[in-house]
């Protein structure tokens, strides 16, 4: 979803990094190996379930915001339709073959999700988790990566 940060780790004695974010909002161009698989064919937008959202597409116009939102969906694309007379935001997976598609109708937000994972589901959860703990700045967000992959945490208040 193409919120970014730079992190300064320091590499320990048993191989593993720590460290912190930056903060700044910044941003990479990716590298080819880095840019995210091509859409293809769009899932069909109409099937799905569909639920009132607890939290609206808007909210990832915002940069702290969308890079929590991508902590828990890191594999989805972001993209915006007209369709029916209508804005329609969809975050997709194209590997999983999992999608939501938001929407507002004064003021409302609903979703409709489709494939294996609830993608939005998890982007709330996660968001609103962040928010519960006081919406930490991005700089104060700990990395620690490990062999076996890296894990990326927030203080509790």
């Known amino acids: 979803m193409y919120s970014s940060e730079l992190a300064r780790l320091t590499v320990h004695e048993d191989g593993t990094a720590s460290g912190r974010f930056l903060g700044g909002q910044i941003s990479f161009m990716l590298a080819r190996p880095q840019q995210p698989p091509p859409l293809g064919v769009l899932p069909d937008l109409d099937q799905g379930d569909e639920h009132p959202a607890l939290l609206g597409a808007d909210a990832l116009n915002d940069w702290n915001t969308r890079f929590v939102a991508q902590l828990a969906a890191p594999r989805t694309q972001r993209i915006t339709l007209d369709r029916d007379g209508r804005t329609e935001h969809v975050l997709i997976d194209v590997n999983a073959g999992s999608w939501a598609a938001l929407t507002e109708t004064d003021g409302a937000w609903t979703v ?36 076996n992959g890296h894990t990326i945490t927030w203080p509790a208040n």
């Open 112 to 147: 409709r999700q489709g494939g294996p994972d609830r993608i939005w589901d998890a982007i709330e959860d996660h968001v609103n988790r962040w928010r519960e703990h006081g919406a930490p700045e991005l700089d104060r967000f700990t990395v620690t990566a490990t062999p």
